[in-house]
């Protein structure tokens, strides 16, 4: 069974920093591409950072660029999602996605798999 386990959000204010974990389990790790999503009350849910952890081939919305970080750690089975310099809008509930993949899908439709999410706000 196909699991994904979001961990690390929380408070914080602008400016500061906080480690998104996702912990996977139940498929071959390194044939996926795994996704960080978030979704604000009253919008859609967007794409903000994918990995392949096959390659490590990476994608970034823009206006996470250079702020967040995304890696991952093939022998723990995790992805992680490093955001700094936060800023109000970020604020969200973020979700980790799966697909068994060759590259690095922007879109929440190619992802098969989803955690629960876990919520980040940022105060200013």
């Known amino acids: 069974e196909v699991q994904l386990v979001e961990s690390g959000g929380g408070l914080v204010q602008a400016g500061g920093s906080l480690r998104l974990s996702c912990a996977a389990s139940g498929f071959n790790f390194d044939d996926y591409s795994i996704a960080w999503f978030r979704q604000a009350p009253g919008k859609e849910r967007e794409g903000v950072s994918s990995?392949?952890?096959?390659?490590?081939?990476?994608y970034y919305v823009d206006s996470v660029k250079g702020r967040f970080t995304i890696s991952s750690d093939n022998a723990k089975n995790t992805v992680y999602l490093q955001m700094n310099s936060l800023k109000p809008e970020d604020t969200a509930v973020y979700y980790c996605?799966?697909?068994?993949?060759?590259?690095?899908?922007?879109?929440?439709?190619?992802?098969?798999?989803w955690g629960q999410g876990t919520q980040v706000t940022v105060s200013s």
């Open positions: 990995i392949r952890n096959g390659d490590g081939t990476t």
């Open positions: 996605a799966a697909t068994y993949t060759d590259y690095v899908p922007r879109f929440r439709w190619k992802y098969d798999y």
